[in-house]
């Protein structure tokens, strides 16, 4: 191994090694559809949009899907649709687009704690939190890693809550072998650019519910049923062709690209396991998880250096990597209020502030991966000498 | 002219003629950018926004323009940004989103009534509506027809309101021969399909305030300004590259289109104008209007059909038309309510009862133009057979 570039040696990566990069077919494979569209004019919410979603009803094996221009606006339609009130439960340990949905809808988060080895919403804090001002679930599937779905929905049924699953990150994931669709009252996932399945920009709501599904297709056309006179409030949340297109073809090259993701983690497992001080978020029993984000948590007693340190470390070196979710939700300024209780969020907190998100896209090559690894393990070996770096800046 | 095809004739137009169809760059013309795009994987909310947040920002002779994924987005953002409380006045004759960006940010709608000739917000009428729990105004440049501008502002300023302009259908509109640009606090425009300038789905927020071009530029990205602490509750209202590449070649086409729009209006307006009981929108003084829809006002004691006759007459010649906005915002069920006073809204009422919009696009013929009033002129010719057929039904 080189000298670190942090104490003095040259960066690893010539060119920075971005955290994610989307997967897109090649363009010749989409021209000619695109072309199309142009001339026909139909550019938004057509044919290849509704192609789409009969395609993705097919592969999560559910009723219906409805396409929307991103999971966060898919999300806030399915809370308008279900006409919910009060509280909703959501895991504090999430993209703070989860907790916005409920905000642009006037719902109060009542934040649970997450599982410390799964980072999932821990499904043993969850049934004390609920109150009588409870009207729904909303758990997440943290990076891809499928929450406990039968347990959740035991307890939602008990208490008669409706349960939503943001599943922004899942797509591609399955539990019990099966695609992650159909256990809540809706699944919405997304296809921005640094997920799995890549639209371009654009979300997928999922449901067995008929109904549900017809207020998502009137909402995301701002509500309007088609005689133009609303049902509800809603958006323009519409999907273009040419990212529905884009959907299309990605969908066709999925299963290996899915393959490539678990690959990569895998990899990264197998070659990080061993360093002191690294561990990795527990995949949930029964479940096999996308990857959508590859996360390690490092205990600065034995690594020799905290999160902070080590995100530097890779900085250096041309590393891109994230602290993904920091800070979580419950410690944003916008979320702070005498009306959400904060207690008992302690794993939230320790997660957050020991994660970090490594480089992990389905065009990565096996050296890059390599090189990340033995930075990791250099980086370990020269704690001493790093912490002097850093105490002299 | 040949018989009507009510009357049993044959279709004017063999293939339905549309009542809008995008203006798109030839596809030639953005397939390398678009190429480019995917090899790069930038795909959403990069070089060519920026690209065309400047060259808007010149066109409109503006300060900054933030890209945003729709109209409606971008007008929920505004009022966000811009912390309004309570009411706001608006018009009830507008496209109902208008209105819904409101409900998404808990405001009530004060409806003032539409001028009888205009079609615009009767600026006669706003003073009498504003309260102590008032706090905005949200004019609309009804089909790109410029409000009274000053005369609003003056109002505004004398009980210090803040006004958002919703400008969705007026990119391309002058006023003083100037852009309808930096009048209020934002205005917002459409580059949706239907809209004279086309980015595919998207929308413009313009401000000569850089705070709130900066809570615009946060909030179409969750409200993060970077460090992933939101300071706001925002959406993901990115726009993609795609869209913005094809807004870029179409703005170099604009003043070509935005000619044949004008061009179309008064070619309407010079052969429908002796038909006895066909009336047009009248283009407020001093301005100019894009034209984003051409209406006519049917009165039936003068022409011998009332508006939705007519529209069945050319919805059998294959000529689409629309009874644009009918039913108006407050007759919308989600809009009635004890908290909403609906009273003192005769034109409005008048106005979507007798409105019915015709095909305009810059593609039109001037054939097809000659047809529809071919058709127009038959039907008033031919009122008592067709109110039989009707009588028949």
Same mark, same amino acid.
């Given at each position: 191994?080189?000298?670190?570039?942090?104490?003095?040696?040259?960066?690893?990566?010539?060119?920075?090694?971005? $955290?994610?990069?989307?997967?897109?077919?090649?363009?010749?494979?989409?021209?000619?559809?695109?072309?199309?569209?142009?001339?026909?004019?139909?550019?938004?919410?057509?044919?290849?949009?509704?192609?789409?979603?009969?395609?993705?009803?097919?592969?999560?094996?559910?009723?219906?899907?409805?396409?929307?221009?991103?999971?966060?606006?898919?999300? $806030?339609?399915?809370?308008?649709?279900?006409?919910?009130?009060?509280?909703?439960?959501?895991?504090?340990?999430?993209?703070?687009?989860? *907790?916005?949905?409920?905000?642009?809808?006037?719902?109060?988060?009542?934040?649970?704690?997450?599982?410390?080895?799964?980072?999932?919403?821990?499904?043993?804090?969850?049934?004390?939190?609920?109150?009588?001002?409870?009207? *729904?679930?909303?758990?997440?599937?943290?990076?891809?890693?499928?929450?406990?779905?039968?347990?959740?929905?035991?307890?939602?049924?008990?208490?008669?809550?409706?349960?939503?699953?943001? @599943?922004?990150?899942?797509?591609?994931?399955?539990?019990?072998?099966?695609?992650?669709?159909?256990?809540?009252?809706?699944?919405?996932?997304?296809?921005?650019?640094?997920?799995?399945?890549?639209?371009?920009?654009?979300?997928?709501?999922?449901?067995?519910?008929?109904?549900? @599904?017809?207020?998502?297709?009137?909402?995301?056309?701002?509500?309007?049923?088609?005689?133009?006179?609303?049902?509800?409030?809603?958006?323009?949340?519409?999907?273009?062709?040419?990212?529905?297109?884009?959907?299309?073809?990605?969908?066709?090259?999925?299963?290996?690209?899915?393959?490539?993701?678990?690959?990569? @983690?895998?990899?990264?497992?197998?070659?990080?396991?061993?360093?002191?001080?690294?561990?990795?978020?527990?995949?949930?029993?029964?479940?096999?998880?996308?990857?959508?984000?590859?996360?390690?948590?490092?205990?600065?007693?034995?690594?020799?250096?905290?999160?902070?340190?080590?995100?530097?470390?890779?900085?250096?070196?041309?590393?891109?990597?994230?602290?993904?979710?920091?800070?979580?939700?419950?410690?944003?300024?916008?979320?702070?209020?005498?009306?959400?209780?904060?207690?008992?969020?302690?794993?939230?907190?320790?997660?957050?502030?020991?994660?970090?998100?490594?480089?992990?896209?389905?065009?990565?090559?096996?050296?890059?991966?390599?090189?990340?690894?033995?930075?990791?393990?250099? @980086?370990?070996?020269?704690?001493?000498? $790093?912490?002097?770096?850093?105490?002299?800046?």
């Amino acid at each position: 191994m080189k000298k670190l570039a942090i104490l003095g040696g040259k960066p690893i990566f010539k060119n920075y090694l971005p $955290i994610a990069f989307p997967s897109l077919p090649p363009f010749k494979e989409v021209e000619d559809k695109f072309k199309e569209v142009f001339l026909s004019g139909m550019i938004t919410n057509a044919k290849y949009v509704r192609s789409l979603e009969e395609k993705i009803a097919n592969y999560l094996n559910v009723k219906y899907v409805v396409c929307v221009a991103n999971c966060t606006s898919g999300l $806030i339609l399915s809370l308008k649709a279900l006409k919910l009130k009060g509280k909703v439960i959501v895991p504090s340990f999430t993209f703070f687009a989860t *907790a916005h949905t409920l905000s642009w809808n006037n719902l109060t988060p009542t934040f649970v704690d997450c599982h410390r080895e799964t980072f999932n919403i821990n499904v043993s804090f969850l049934e004390e939190k609920i109150d009588q001002e409870t009207s *729904a679930i909303m758990p997440v599937h943290i990076f891809g890693n499928p929450v406990l779905v039968e347990e959740i929905n035991k307890i939602a049924q008990k208490y008669s809550l409706k349960v939503i699953y943001d @599943a922004a990150h899942a797509f591609g994931s399955r539990y019990n072998n099966s695609p992650l669709a159909g256990y809540g009252e809706v699944e919405v996932f997304s296809l921005s650019p640094t997920k799995p399945l890549v639209a371009g920009e654009g979300g997928v709501v999922v449901t067995n519910n008929k109904e549900i @599904a017809e207020a998502i297709t009137m909402g995301r056309d701002y509500g309007n049923p088609g005689d133009y006179h609303c049902k509800m409030v809603g958006l323009n949340a519409r999907m273009t062709e040419v990212n529905a297109i884009t959907a299309l073809k990605n969908l066709e090259l999925f299963p290996e690209r899915l393959a490539k993701r678990k690959e990569i @983690a895998n990899f990264y497992i197998s070659n990080l396991k061993d360093i002191p001080g690294i561990s990795f978020q527990k995949i949930e029993v029964n479940a096999s998880s996308c990857y959508k984000d590859f996360a390690i948590i490092i205990d600065e007693e034995r690594f020799g250096l905290n999160r902070d340190e080590l995100a530097l470390v890779l900085e250096r070196e041309n590393i891109s990597s994230r602290k993904y979710f920091f800070p979580p939700v419950h410690k944003q300024e916008i979320y702070k209020s005498k009306d959400i209780p904060l207690e008992g969020l302690e794993n939230t907190n320790f997660i957050s502030d020991h994660i970090l998100c490594l480089p992990l896209f389905a065009q990565m090559k096996e050296e890059e991966m390599l090189s990340i690894g033995e930075v990791i393990k250099e @980086a370990h070996q020269n704690t001493s000498l $790093i912490k002097e770096v850093f105490k002299e800046r």
